[in-house]
C-alpha cells in the first residue's frame, strides 16, 4: 500500500521537482521512497510496506529494463498470476505482487486486467514505445488522478502532489460547484481542478505522443439476473463468497485488524477474519450514548472472544480537523462521517497497519432503506397516467403548505430525476437561492441521466442498486475511506467490494436483495447463521453522530457564522441564504446537511486556494503547508 507520482519531463522542470511531489504523499508510504527518471518520465514512490517488507521496492522493472512500475494496492491472487508466468520462462526475484503486474503487463498488455483481483492503481512506463499506461481497479478502492492541459501531463494516487510541479495550473472547476452542492461529490471523471481527471474505476488510460486515451475494461452489470434463485440459496452463496474474500483479505506480512461498528457489515467481515486467527477491533463513539454505537459494538466482539479497542472523539474533535480533512480529500467531500473514519483510523494505525472494513455490502446487496421508494412510485405510476401525474404535480407545486407536494412533484419525474442521490443536498431550486451567481446552475438529474441509461430495462430498485455502484460507492464511500485512512498511514481492505463478490451480486434478483420488510435479505440470512440475531437483523445507522446539535452549540456555531460571512463565502453564495440556513436550523428545521456541504467547501477553497482568502484557514492545517 503506497502512493506514487510521476509526469511526462519538459525541459523547464528542475530535477527535485519528482522528489517534492511524492513528498506531498508522504503519509501514504512512510516506510520508504525511491525514484526513476530518464529522458522522457520521471516517476516517484512512496512506500507503506504490507508483503515482503524486505523487497519490493518501487519504482520496479522488469528482466531487461524497459518496463518501469509504481504501484498502490494489493493484489490478492498474485500467487496464482505469478505461477501463470512461470509457466510462460518468467523469473521472478521476490515475493510481492507488485512484480506480477510488470512482467503480467509485458506478457499481456491491458488483458491483465481481466486476470486480478484486488485493489489497485498503478502506472507503467514502457521505455521502448515510449508510452505510459495506468490503470485503476474495479471499483475505485484505490485513487489514481492525471492532469492533461495539452501540454503538460501529470499523474499521481493525489491531487494535492500536482501543486509541486511548476506547470501545473491550478484552477478551481467553477461550473461544477452546483454538480457538487447537488451530489456532496462530482459523479464523473471530473475534478473541482480544471484538467484534472480522475481514472474511473474499471478503465484504463495510455498516453503517448502527447495524447491520452481512456478504455474501460470492466463494468458492473446486471444482465445476467436470475429470477429462480432464492434468498436460503443465495444466502449460501453468499456464505462462501464472504468466507473467500475476508480470506484473501487477510494475506499480510504484518499484523491485521478490523473497523466495528454495531452493523451487519462489519460485524460479519469480523466475524469471518475471527475464525482464521485472532484479530483486534477498533469502533468509534461519543461519550453521549444517544449517538454511540460502542455499546453494541464491545458487545459483539466480546461475544466472538476478540479484543474490541473503543475510540472516543469530541466536538473540538470534530471542528478543529475540518480543514485538515479537507486537504486530505482533494476535493471537496461533505459526508459528516468521514471525520469519525479519520479519528477512527488515527487510533486503529496505532496498533496495525491494516484493516478490514465492510463497505460495499449495502451497494451490492441492497442495504439502503430508499431503495424501498421504488414500492409506491411504481404503483403510482402504474395506476396514474402519465398526463394526470404530471398535472397533480403542477398543482402541488403552487401549494407551499400541502402535505402530499412532495410526493406528487416526484411522482411526475423519471427516475433519473426522482432518486433522491441526484439532489442529494441541495435541488435546483435550492441552488439557485444559494449560489450568489445562479446561471451557473445546471440540471443535476442530466448530468447523470447516462447511468440511469445503462439499466433503463431493469425495475427502479435494480437501477438505484446500479447508479448506487457507480457514483456513492467510489467516490464519496471508497473516497473518504482511502484518504482519511492513508493519511494516517494505515491500509483499509474492503472484503465486500470484491470482484467474485460482485460477479455474483450481479445475478442476484430484486427479491433476494431487499423486501418491503427488510433490507440485505440474503445476507442477513447468511450471517444469522454465522452470528448472533439481533447482530444480524440490526438496522443500518451508518455512522452517527451529534453534528446536527453541534451546529446551534455556540462554540461551532460561531465559527460557521464566520466562514458564511466570509470573503470565500461572498465569492460564490447569496449570503442571506447562508444566514436563513442556519436561523431555520436553530429552529428545529434540519439543515445539517446542506450547512455543512456549504461550509466544507469553503474551507476547501480557502485551505486549497489560500491566496484568494483574506481568512485564516489554512493555519488550522494540521502537519501540512498549502
Known amino acids: ?208 505522443d502527447g495524447k491520452t486515451e481512456t478504455h474501460r475494461y470492466y463494468k458492473f452489470n446486471y444482465d445476467n439476473i436470475d429470477n429462480n434463485q432464492t434468498v436460503e440459496g443465495d444466502a449460501d452463496k453468499i456464505g462462501k463468497l464472504i468466507d473467500d474474500s475476508v480470506k484473501a483479505h487477510m494475506i499480510a506480512d504484518v499484523e491485521v485488524g478490523s473497523f466495528l461498528s454495531s452493523g451487519i457489515d462489519s460485524s460479519y467481515v469480523l466475524n469471518e477474519a475471527a475464525k482464521l486467527k485472532p484479530i483486534q477491533s477498533f469502533s468509534i463513539g461519543f461519550h453521549h450514548s444517544k449517538y454511540s454505537e460502542l455499546a453494541w459494538s ?9 479484543k474490541n479497542t473503543p475510540i472516543y472523539m469530541n466536538g473540538d474533535d470534530y471542528f478543529d480537523f475540518l480543514p485538515t480533512m479537507m486537504y486530505y480529500m482533494d476535493e471537496p467531500l461533505s459526508n459528516p462521517a468521514a471525520i469519525q473514519l479519520y479519528y477512527l483510523s488515527k487510533d486503529t494505525s496505532k496498533h496495525v497497519k491494516v484493516a478490514l472494513s465492510g463497505e460495499g455490502a449495502d451497494e451490492f446487496f441492497g ?9 409506491p412510485f411504481d404503483r403510482y405510476q402504474k395506476y396514474v397516467p402519465k398526463p394526470v401525474r404530471k398535472g397533480l404535480a403542477a398543482v402541488a407545486k403552487r401549494m407551499p403548505r400541502f402535505h402530499g407536494k412532495r410526493f406528487l412533484v416526484r411522482g411526475a419525474q423519471p427516475l433519473s430525476e426522482r432518486y433522491y442521490r441526484v439532489n442529494y443536498v441541495f435541488n435546483y431550486d435550492d441552488r439557485n437561492k444559494v449560489l450568489k451567481d445562479p446561471s451557473i446552475n445546471v440540471d443535476s438529474g442530466a448530468y447523470t441521466k447516462h447511468i440511469f441509461d445503462d439499466v433503463a430495462g431493469k425495475d427502479e430498485m435494480t437501477q438505484m442498486e446500479y447508479f448506487d455502484i457507480n457514483t456513492w460507492l467510489p467516490f464519496d464511500i471508497l473516497h473518504k475511506a482511502d ?105 428545529g428545521k434540519s439543515n445539517m446537511q446542506k450547512i455543512f456541504t456549504i461550509y466544507t467547501f469553503i474551507l476547501w477553497y480557502q485551505v486549497y486556494f489560500p491566496e484568494d482568502t483574506t481568512e485564516e484557514t489554512v493555519k488550522l492545517v494540521h502537519r501540512t503547508q498549502i
Not at 513 to 539: F, H, V, Y
Request: hydrophobic share 35%; with cysteine; net charge negative.
Open 1 to 208: 500500500m503506497c502512493g506514487f507520482v510521476g509526469y511526462v519531463n519538459q525541459k523547464d522542470v528542475s530535477e527535485g521537482t519528482i522528489n517534492s511531489m511524492a513528498d506531498r504523499i508522504k503519509h501514504r508510504g512512510p516506510d520508504d521512497e525511491a525514484y526513476f527518471s530518464d529522458d522522457n518520465v520521471s516517476m516517484g514512490f512512496r512506500r507503506l510496506s504490507i508483503i515482503d517488507l524486505a523487497h519490493g521496492r518501487q519504482p520496479m522493472f522488469n528482466a531487461d529494463q524497459t518496463k518501469v512500475l509504481t504501484f498502490n494496492g494489493e493484489i490478492y491472487n498474485y500467487k496464482e498470476i505469478r505461477e501463470e508466468l512461470r509457466d510462460l520462462g518468467y523469473v521472478f526475484k521476490t515475493d510481492v505482487d507488485s512484480e506480477v503486474l510488470v512482467y503480467g503487463y509485458e506478457e499481456w498488455g491491458p488483458a491483465l486486467l481481466d486476470k486480478l483481483r484486488g485493489m489497485f492503481a498503478f502506472v507503467i512506463y514502457d521505455k521502448k514505445n515510449n508510452e505510459v499506461f495506468g490503470a485503476r481497479d474495479h471499483f475505485g478502492i484505490k485513487p489514481l488522478y492525471y492532469y492533461d492541459d495539452g501540454d503538460t501531463f501529470l499523474w499521481g494516487s493525489e491531487i494535492k502532489a500536482f501543486l509541486e510541479h511548476p506547470n501545473f495550473k491550478k484552477e478551481l472547476n467553477l461550473q461544477l460547484l452546483p454538480i457538487h452542492l447537488s451530489f456532496e461529490f462530482i459523479p464523473s471523471r471530473e475534478t473541482m481542478f480544471k484538467h484534472v481527471y480522475k481514472l474511473l474505476p474499471g478503465q484504463y488510460f495510455l498516453h503517448k
Open 298 to 306: 464491545t458487545e459483539f466482539a466480546k461475544t466472538i472472544n476478540q
Open 367 to 375: 442495504g439502503y432503506n430508499t431503495y424501498l421508494e421504488a414500492i
Open 483 to 587: 484518504r482519511m485512512s492513508m493519511c494516517n498511514s494505515l491500509e483499509v481492505r474492503v472484503p465486500f467490494v470484491d470482484k467474485k463478490v460482485a460477479e455474483f451480486a450481479e445475478t442476484m434478483p430484486v427479491h433476494t436483495r431487499i423486501t418491503p420488510d427488510e433490507t440485505k435479505i440474503a445476507l442477513r440470512t447468511s450471517a444469522e447463521r454465522e452470528m448472533p440475531k439481533k447482530t444480524a437483523l440490526k438496522e443500518k445507522l451508518g455512522f452517527p453522530s451529534p453534528i446536527a446539535s453541534w451546529i446551534n452549540d455556540p462554540k461551532y456555531h460561531e465559527r460557521i457564522v464566520r466562514a458564511f460571512h466570509s470573503d470565500t463565502a461572498q465569492k460564490f453564495f447569496n449570503i442571506n441564504e447562508l444566514d436563513r440556513l442556519l436561523k431555520e436550523h436553530a429552529e
